[in-house]
Every structure is written in structure tokens, then in C-alpha cells.
């Protein structure tokens, strides 16, 4: 199996900064996209970010110019600034996993989420 272990969540100031980090462990060939998705209380769970393997990275709307994301081989980190109220919710790390090279799909892997709270 496959497991995502997810830290540096908590309780941040508005303006202030987090970095949040997930760490995929287990059965792994290959990894394919890795990234972080927010569900906050009462919503639908939304895309953060994400990067690919050859580096390309996706930002929500929301996060651009706040936030960057980066990989090594089975870790992905968040760097949250200029974190705003909007910011508080449960963060998921994401990873696209192949067990085997032969695989012809890859397996989607969600950690159990860390919580962000952005207040004052």
C-alpha cells in the first residue's frame, strides 16, 4: 500500500506564512502529479496546487503569487504566504502513484489532511 503522511498545518496569523509538507511512502514504481487541495467547512474540496513531474506547476486562482509548490522524489511542499481567513481549511495532499511499472493507470493517493486556520 500507499500512504501520505502530511505536516505543518496549524494556526497562523493573517499575513503570516505556513509550509505544509507530505510525504509519500509504501509501494511506489513512479509518481506522477503531486499537489494539495483544501476542503474548507460547508464546501467542495478545490485544487491548491500542483506539480508535475517535469516541474510544471497549476495554482488555483485564489493562491497565485502566494503560494509556490515544490517536489522531490516522494515529498511535496506548499509554501503558503500572505495567508488570508479564506485560507483556513483542511489541506490534502494528492500523489498520483504506479506500484509497478506495468501499471497501466496511476492510483490516486489523498493523505488524511492537515488543518489550516488563518485568524487572529
Known amino acids: 500500500q500507499v500512504q501520505l503522511v502530511e505536516s505543518g498545518g496549524g494556526l497562523v496569523q493573517p499575513g503570516g506564512s505556513l509550509r505544509l509538507s507530505c510525504a509519500a511512502s509504501g509501494k511506489i514504481f513512479s509518481i506522477g502529479i503531486m499537489g494539495w487541495y483544501r476542503q474548507a467547512p460547508g464546501k467542495q474540496r478545490e485544487l491548491v496546487a500542483t506539480?508535475?513531474?517535469?516541474?510544471s506547476r497549476n495554482f488555483a486562482d485564489s493562491v497565485k503569487g502566494r503560494c509556490t509548490i515544490g517536489r522531490a522524489k516522494n515529498r511535496v511542499d506548499l509554501q503558503m504566504n500572505s495567508l488570508k481567513a479564506e485560507d483556513t481549511a483542511v489541506y490534502y495532499c494528492?500523489?498520483?502513484?504506479?506500484?509497478?511499472?506495468?501499471?497501466?493507470?496511476?492510483?490516486?493517493?489523498w493523505g488524511r489532511g492537515t488543518l489550516v486556520t488563518v485568524s487572529s
Open positions: 494528492n500523489v498520483q502513484v504506479k506500484q509497478n511499472w506495468d501499471d497501466a493507470l496511476y492510483l490516486e493517493v
Open positions: 506539480v508535475t513531474g517535469d516541474g
